[in-house]
T-cell receptor
Framework: AQSVTQLGSHVSVSEGALVLLRCNYS??????LFWYVQYPNQGLQLLLK??????LVKGINGFEAEFKKSETSFHLTKPSAHMSDAAEYFC???????????FGKGTTLSVSS | GAVVSQHPSWVICKSGTSVKIECRSL??????MFWYRQFPKQSLMLMAT?????????EQGVEKDKFLINHASLTLSTLTVTSAHPEDSSFYIC????????????FGSGTRLTVV
């Protein structure tokens, strides 16, 4: 069955520092992977997605992620954190049926000035 | 871009009453819609998948008779929480998917349900 594991429930960085949010996946088929951001009491906004094309995926707001099959990873990075990046981030994989998304437990990103 | 509208954004109801949550795709046809439940500080748990014109497929452990899902058109799916109890209090989020994975999954803004 498909699953994702997000390492670190809480990540704190200083403004301007590198952001690295970790996600490892388990999939019995070539995975479709996603990163979403959620602000309090709001829905999810897509940051980027991997659908078997380029392994380095660029998303919105300066985020990018690299698909590494050998490491079964899809870590999210941003070179320089901004205060507005503080939010909850979810990694997700499409389920085996190819329909719904299965989410990780989420990582809370805090950005300090 | 694809927009999903979810209403209401928050609702308070008394125990024993029913609450209906609507999820509409505004600028695309959603052949498939999904309903998730999110507890505070936790991840999204898939409740059910609904396809237009057919019965919803519920995940294991989700009560079909309590969480009624209707997907009567390509732009509207509804979730009705029947005979609500305080333990049903949660954040419910819908998601819609157009044809082709390239279209992605678009999420509604969520509904905060509080049962008192």
């Amino acid at each position: 069955a498909q699953s994702v594991t997000q390492l670190g429930s809480h990540v704190s960085v200083s403004e301007g520092a590198l952001v690295l949010l970790r996600c490892n996946y388990s999939s019995s088929v070539p995975p479709y992977l996603f990163w979403y951001v959620q602000y309090p009491n709001q829905g999810l906004q897509l940051l980027l997605k991997y659908t078997s094309a380029a392994t380095l995926v660029k998303g919105i707001n300066g985020f990018e992620a690299e698909f590494k099959k050998s490491e079964t990873s899809f870590h999210l990075t941003k070179p320089s954190a901004h205060m507005s990046d503080a939010a909850e981030y979810f990694c997700a994989v499409r389920n085996q049926a190819g329909t719904a998304l299965i989410f990780g437990k989420g990582t809370t990103l805090s950005v300090s000035s | 871009g694809a927009v999903v509208s979810q209403h209401p954004s928050w609702v308070i109801c008394k125990s024993g009453t029913s609450v209906k949550i609507e999820c509409r795709s505004l600028d695309f046809q959603a052949t498939t819609m999904f309903w998730y439940r999110q507890f505070p500080k936790q991840s999204l748990m898939l409740m059910a998948t609904s396809n237009e014109g057919s019965k919803a497929t519920y995940e294991q452990g989700v009560e079909k008779d309590k969480f009624l899902i209707n997907h009567a058109s390509l732009t509207l799916s509804t979730l009705t929480v029947t005979s609500a109890h305080p333990e049903d209090s949660s954040f419910y989020i819908c998601s819609a998917r157009a044809t082709g994975v390239e279209k992605g999954y678009t999420f509604g803004s969520g509904t905060r349900l509080t049962v008192v």
